[in-house]
């Protein structure tokens, strides 16, 4: 099994900027991947950004050039790094993290941009 705590959402205005972590810990594959996701109201869950161990990224189309994504491999934690944020980013945002064994959820961090 593998835990995911999250932390950094909150409420900011539009143009600023936040930084999520997300923390792995149990039982973790030295090959693995880990996400941000997020989910906004009545929209379905949609990839944000992605990082392999090796450090290769992968960006949603409506975060590019804004959203940075990075890990701490001796720590097992993921970080993404939000500026210019737009209220369009307003949504539960979720970490997740897959080996071949499957993949785990974190509980999500609410971040709230306003205009």
């Known amino acids: 099994q593998v835990q995911l705590v999250e932390e950094g959402g909150g409420l900011v205005q539009a143009g600023g900027s936040l930084r999520l972590s997300c923390a792995a810990s149990?039982?973790?594959?030295?090959?693995?991947?880990m996400d941000w996701y997020r989910q906004a109201p009545g929209k379905q869950r949609e990839l944000v950004a992605s990082v392999t161990v090796g450090g290769t990224t992968n960006y949603g189309v409506s975060v590019k050039g804004r959203f940075t994504i990075s890990r701490d491999n001796a720590k097992n934690t993921v970080y993404l790094q939000m500026n210019s944020l737009k209220p369009e980013d307003t949504a539960v945002y979720y970490c997740?993290?897959?080996?071949?064994?499957?993949?785990?959820w974190g509980q999500g961090t609410q971040v709230t941009v306003s205009s």
């Open positions: 149990g039982s973790i594959f030295s090959f693995n991947l």
């Open positions: 997740k993290y897959s080996d071949p064994r499957g993949a785990f």
